[in-house]
């Protein structure tokens, strides 16, 4: 029987390169030395099918495509240097929505001041967005650099995007959150100028990003109460049968750095930001609920092609 | 009457992301000053269904993505210094496959010196590998900066590929040149250093890049004796009912190097090439065929939308 790729899973598919190109940063972006500064960059491509809800609208998905590689170099403390655009659509695409998404991705870079410097255009059955950020910076931020007892934070709140997903609405914060998410890369430059100790973004679901950054002999324990989740979100969640605390934990699609700094940074710290719990030596990644029970966090998050879906 | 992408083409698109974003050079590659270097970066995308042959291999499919990008970074006369995959497979692949064309990636990384530093995977309804390609050159090689009687190189012979996707075949010289395609880095460097004043990669088409490199006030004139057409070429497009002069000026694929060099500069090459002809000031771009009569080359090679294909 031959084995898919839907079999094992996007995140092999991501070892197996890893394990046969040694110059993979595994992090979330390259860093490469040029001219002696650190060269940052980061590709992702969108696809119209998967990564964009029925109802966003065209210029909102070329603000996206910018938004999900920006994310990347804000992970990493990067300063924008530029961005390229490689676009495929299919030839019936009227010109007029085709102009909206690159309003939507021109928007974006003059949001974030990384100016779009290059592309290509191509014909595709659906909508296929790529793109790739470059970036600076003198000292990039890893994902697994912390130390024990360093404060875990996070720029802003979870959830909200995937609980918009699961709205069939509009207008209300949650569905903001899914159709406009915005990359935290002014945040990202803050908290490395601050001495953060480590940093990724959260796309896959925080539970996702804590997997990613944990390494042997660490682990973290989160405190559900100083994740701040609103009444309404856990209402709303109720209300559509949805488990509050799994959708915020384990679906993704935030866009906030979740990071690590140790006490005595904490102040350096110039912007908003919620600690949520410790790096613990527990080798595990745990959660102490609103009730005062302790549990392992499940690692799962959202996976193409895992499980033949 | 709604007006879609396929009724204005490829070109206009660009043009009107060009027309839009003041920061994009309109050259093979961006241009991006970085640390008092200048930052060579492109992006390309290839669509199985419309870039690879059918008979291609999932090896070779690897290989072409990073050609194609590599070939534009040769046409600035950059040197290699990264390459970011970004690669979605149908979830029914044989992981099997997906390990081919990583193999292609990671040999043709290898084969340029460009090392694979990052990338992405994702889910798609077709093979879909979008590149990034970043180079660094002190001084690099623009499509327009000839002069007056400068003199018309290639890199090598065009056309062959051309001829290849035609044929029902595997092993001749054309078939390997359309599906093992190969990038002229080191020869955009050394024609960089020996004074070349402007260079672009064949792909299109030799005719479609002429015009691609013409300004106001010049002109070009091939000369057909020079361009080297064998017989066997000639004989096997005929064979084909084929007009070997439209193939090899009209189809691309070649992905060897235009450049053009002053008289004084041409002795600096330390490459094989051939020189094809001169730049003029007849502002038209024009062949002197072998019977010595003098034709307009028409401007007209390969294209994505155009006409509603």
Not at 73 to 99: R, T
Not at 210 to 238: N, P, Q, R, V
Request: hydrophobic residues 40%; contains cysteine.
């Amino acid at each position: 029987m031959t084995i898919k790729v839907s079999d094992i899973g996007e995140k092999e598919l991501v070892k197996y390169i890893i394990s046969r190109a040694s110059d993979i940063t595994a992090d979330d972006c390259a860093i490469t030395s040029f001219d002696g500064e650190n060269l940052i960059s980061t590709c992702d491509m969108l696809i119209r099918s998967r990564h964009f809800p029925e109802n966003m609208s065209f210029f909102d998905m070329g603000f996206k495509a910018v938004t999900v590689n920006v994310s990347d170099l804000a992970a990493m403390g990067a300063e924008p240097v530029g961005f390229l655009l490689s676009i495929a659509v299919p030839k019936d695409l009227p010109v007029d929505d085709f102009k909206q998404i690159i309003s939507g991705v021109l928007s974006a870079c003059s949001f974030y001041s990384i100016p779009l410097i290059g592309g290509d255009t191509n014909e595709a059955s659906e909508i296929i967005i790529s793109g790739t950020a470059l970036g600076s910076t003198k000292k990039p931020l890893l994902k697994n650099t912390y130390e024990m007892d360093d404060l875990i934070c996070i720029t802003g709140d979870i959830g909200l995007a995937a609980l918009g997903f699961n709205l069939n609405a509009s207008d209300d914060i949650y569905t903001q959150r899914a159709l406009k998410p915005k990359a935290r890369i002014t945040e990202g430059i803050s908290i490395k100028n601050a001495g953060a100790s480590s940093a990724t973004d959260i796309t896959d679901g925080l539970a996702s990003e804590l997997y990613e950054m944990k390494k042997d002999g660490f682990g973290f324990m989160i405190h559900e109460e100083m994740l701040g989740i609103s009444d309404d979100y856990i209402h709303t969640a109720d209300k559509l049968n949805l488990n509050y605390l799994d959708l915020a934990l384990h679906t993704g699609e935030d866009f906030e750095l979740v990071f690590t700094i140790s006490k005595e940074n904490l102040k350096n710290l110039d912007i908003d930001c919620k600690v949520i719990g410790r790096v613990t030596d527990s080798d595990k990644v745990e959660i102490t609920l609103k009730n005062g029970s302790v549990r392992q966090i499940e690692n799962r998050g959202y996976e193409h092609y895992a499980g033949g879906q």
